[in-house]
């Protein structure tokens, strides 16, 4: 009761309500917040540490940057949350400024993002040396995607991310059909170009969301996110999306850095993510109806390059599902 009361205490502030409201859209750092809210740093981070006290949010650091974001597990302050924001005007006039200011911030990040991605499809094809060697990733990958039963064949795969269809490519004698999302219109046009020739002829590439695609609830029973998350702003949200695109028994891989402290990717590959760690991975594969497999880690032939690896995950009974087989029995 008492942590409640602390809880509701506060959120009883109008700028910690809009840090909340802001939030709920995904985790942001303190100096994205202050350039939204138009208030002093000191200031800003005084709310969020009393915030974090009362359990309504929690802060991740990575290197020299520190994301904020709301905090799950507990489902009291968790619903005490939720109600909070359902009960906000969304017509508040101030409110309104901080989303279309949420809205610039983001709008900038991703110009940048989309320019780096432009110039990898046009001038380069690939990320270069910010790797290991591919060879070792893939076959790591395709070792990883059999599982213990040994070689499997997947009906129908989704590569979130696609980029370039490399994955696609990759799995092209793996799966009879499958489908890559990606937003950005250079990097299709490479991806077409390269699955033109009939071998990729059940392989195809859409632009769409990677959060929100356009295909249907558990079409998939093969999902890749392929060096893809650490670009998001919230990149539990494509995890999340994952679970909704596989259907029950369904086969989840991530591919992705190791937590790492190499702060110049952030400048050098427009990373916002430096790496991730077994438990934060779990954490949103738990709360997405999805269990941890495997950890498969890369390694690294270069001490100046962060470790890969790979998360293999398996889509769990639908609750639906559940039910249909309780009464059937």
Do not use: C
Request: hydrophobic letters at 40%; proline letters at 2%.
């Amino acid at each position: 009761m008492e942590r409640f009361a602390i809880a509701l205490k506060a959120l009883g502030h109008i700028d910690r309500l809009r840090i909340l409201a802001l939030l709920s859209h995904g985790e942001l750092t303190v100096s994205e917040l202050v350039q939204i809210l138009n208030l002093s740093q000191p200031r800003v981070t005084q709310y969020i540490k009393s915030l974090e006290a009362a359990g309504i949010l929690e802060r991740l650091r990575e290197g020299s940057w520190v994301f904020s974001r709301l905090k799950r597990g507990n489902i009291s302050i968790s619903a005490l949350v939720s109600t909070t924001l359902a009960a906000l005007p969304q017509d508040d006039p101030i409110l309104l400024a901080d989303q279309r200011r949420l809205n610039d911030v983001r709008a900038e990040r991703s110009k940048i993002v989309e320019a780096f991605f432009a110039d990898v499809a046009n001038d380069r094809g690939q990320l270069g040396n910010e790797y290991l060697p591919q060879s070792d990733i893939e076959k790591a990958l395709l070792e990883t995607a059999k599982g213990q039963d040994g070689d499997k064949a997947y009906d129908y795969m989704v590569d979130l991310g696609t980029g370039t269809g490399r994955m696609l490519e990759l799995f092209s004698t793996h799966a009879k059909g499958g489908t890559g999302i990606d937003t950005n219109v250079d990097m299709l046009t490479v991806a077409r170009h390269k699955l033109a020739s009939t071998e990729f002829s059940h392989m195809s590439v859409q632009q769409g969301d990677l959060n929100a695609t356009p295909l249907g609830t558990g079409i998939a029973d093969l999902v890749t996110i392929h060096q893809v998350l650490h670009y998001l702003d919230d990149p539990q949200e494509a995890v999340r999306e994952a679970s909704r695109l596989l259907m029950t028994g369904g086969t989840f891989l991530i591919v992705d850095f190791e937590a790492h402290q190499f702060e110049g990717f952030r400048d050098k590959y427009a990373h916002r993510r430096l790496g991730f760690s077994d438990d934060e991975i779990t954490t949103w594969l738990d709360a997405t109806d999805m269990s941890l497999t495997s950890v498969r880690n890369i390694g690294r032939e270069d001490e100046n390059l962060p470790a890969v690896k790979i998360w293999r995950a398996e889509r769990k009974a639908r609750l639906s599902t559940l039910i249909q087989e309780r009464q059937t029995s």
